[in-house]
């Protein structure tokens, strides 16, 4: 099936290195909407949405941000930390989305497992579904997202 | 089925080919000759129809903002286009606000040039350059930041004004096959016109700083344009505080040497914040400022110095030792550099003290 320009376009986004060094899709061979309905399963698989992650991405960056690069813990499992870069950056997606180039990086202490999301991450899960590719720099594993940022997350429903 | 999948083939096939011989056209038949683009009703310049404005006038060494090098990506590229532009495209609608297209804002790259046209940009942006320099001396600050240091060659002076912007030109490099831009403050002596310094704080995955931590080296040879940018001192007498974090650091350092070149003695307060120790940089320049400039106060301040590291300075969030200043500042202008969480906190202590919003000057990472 021909595809619409609007779509090889954003695939050409995505790939090429236009907005962030070596693309959104890394060394991932996958189209864009196998790499999303395997991720959003992913998620399913363990009874989340990517609406509920993004909120609490957002959540636990909105608690950092104020503290300006210095750790935060949040109750006594969890470390946020975020740091702003210089400049914005934009979703590749058609639509005005213009975001702090900032990247949050939340520690369980219990497990000491860690992963970092930037706001741009946050956006394109909430609004795409989309967890960027394998060997991306900015790729989030849904599981280990899962894992690290609800407390109680009990394993795959 | 069979007849219906041959449709399909047929129709797809037969439209793709029209579209690849209206884009054939339009590249190699299309001849929009001559044509003129009048620039805030003064300056008329004389171009080839067929490409899009930014590309006219970059070639004409004419240079407006733009990140992405005229792809539609990054949407800095804005113009007033006030005749002969043609209708919004698609591709700029997601970075305009109905404001701007109705006071026909346009994105420069996206406007192709079919017939003579009338723009408007900011008068300052017809003084900006193109410039070649080498790269003379790179300089490890900290864990994440360097300081550029580069010699003009072509053309071999530049006049900025101390707060001032430059955009590097960060070329195509092992993992990035695309040229774009990105703005730096100045943070040289404004005296010494044949040279620039930059600093730059390496950004997680980020196209241009990969490239500068990376890739450059001292004797390459780089391009930007400029100078660009509002922010500066004022031309008052009032006491000023300045605030700044990391890489912030830049337009303030340039800002110093004009204070020493032209002996402003306005009372100055530098409050520089840090996560760690290991965050700090140009501590001992910034003494060497104190002694050349008898109003001039330097206070770095460290959020959370590590276990047996050793600090004497303010320790805390760069806003919380602003606030332990608990003066009133009613008469003071603000200034500030860094990030936009840093500059709206900061910007809140400001109004607490009694700077209103109309003296405080910033420069957020944007």
Redesign the interface.
Same mark, same amino acid.
């Given at each position: 099936m $021909?595809r619409l320009p609007q779509e090889k376009r954003l695939d050409y986004?995505l790939r =090429? =290195? #236009?907005?962030?060094? $070596?693309g959104f899709l890394g060394d991932d061979a996958r189209s864009l909407e196998e790499i999303i309905e395997t991720d959003i399963s992913a998620l399913v698989h363990m009874g989340c949405t990517p609406e509920q992650v993004a909120e609490r991405m957002q959540e636990l960056t909105a608690i950092a941000?104020? +503290?300006? !690069?210095?750790p935060v813990r949040i109750d006594d499992w969890l470390e946020v930390v =975020?740091q702003?870069? #210089? !400049?914005?950056i934009?979703c590749p997606w058609? +639509?005005?989305?213009?975001l702090? #180039?900032?990247?949050t990086t939340a520690r369980r202490l219990d497990t000491e497992e860690s992963i970092r999301w930037s706001d741009l991450n946050i956006h394109m899960i909430a609004e795409h579904g989309f967890f960027e590719g394998h060997g991306s720099?900015?790729r989030i594993e849904p599981a280990l997202l899962v894992r690290v940022i609800f407390e109680d997350f009990a394993g795959p429903v | 089925m069979l007849t219906v999948l041959l449709s399909v083939l047929i129709v797809s096939s037969v439209s793709a080919g029209l579209a690849l011989v209206l884009v054939v056209a339009d590249r190699f038949v299309a001849n929009y000759g001559e044509c003129t683009i009048t620039i805030n009703e003064q300056k008329k310049l004389k171009v080839q129809g067929g490409k899009n404005v930014l590309a006219a006038l970059t070639e004409e060494k004419l240079f407006i903002p733009s990140a992405c090098g005229g792809r539609g990506t990054c949407g800095y590229c804005k113009v007033r286009a006030t005749e002969g532009a043609g209708p919004v495209l698609p591709t700029e609608t997601p970075f305009l606000t109905p404001k701007e297209i109705e006071d026909n804002v346009r994105l420069s790259c996206q406007i192709k040039i079919r017939n003579d046209l009338k723009i408007e940009i900011p008068e300052e942006l017809l003084a900006v350059k193109e410039y070649e320099a080498v790269c003379s001396r790179i300089t490890d600050l900290t864990y994440d930041m360097k300081h550029f240091h580069f010699e003009l060659r072509d053309p071999p002076t530049i006049d900025f004004v101390p707060g001032q912007y430059i955009q590097l030109l960060c070329p195509q490099y092992k993992g990035n096959r695309e040229e774009v831009y990105r703005a730096y403050s100045v943070a040289s002596d404004p005296a010494d016109k044949t040279i620039i310094d930059l600093i730059i704080r390496r950004v997680p995955n980020g196209i241009c700083t990969t490239w500068c931590f990376d890739f450059l080296k001292e004797g390459d040879t780089v391009r930007f344009n400029g100078p660009y940018g509002e922010f500066r001192l004022s031309q008052t007498d009032a006491p000023m505080i300045w605030v700044a974090g990391a890489s912030g650091m830049a337009p303030f350092v340039s800002l110093l040497y004009q204070m020493r070149n032209e002996r402003i003695t306005r009372p100055t307060t530098y409050f520089f914040g840090g996560n760690k120790v290991k965050d700090m940089f140009y501590l001992d320049r910034m003494r060497a400022f104190e002694k050349e400039l008898p109003n001039f106060r330097f206070v770095p301040v460290v959020a959370a110095p590590d276990e047996g590291e050793q600090w004497d300075g303010e320790r805390g969030l760069v806003t919380q030792a602003l606030e332990r200043a608990d003066a009133d500042l009613s008469g003071h202008e603000g200034y500030l550099c860094g990030s936009p969480g840093m500059i709206d906190a900061a910007i809140k202590v400001m109004n607490q003290l009694g700077i209103p919003n109309e003296r405080i000057f910033y420069d957020k990472f944007e």
């Open positions: $021909e986004l =090429s =290195s #236009k907005i962030v060094a $070596e941000v104020p +503290h300006m !690069g210095n =975020s702003d870069y #210089k !400049g914005q934009i058609p +639509h005005p989305v213009r702090p #180039k900032r990247v720099a900015f | -």
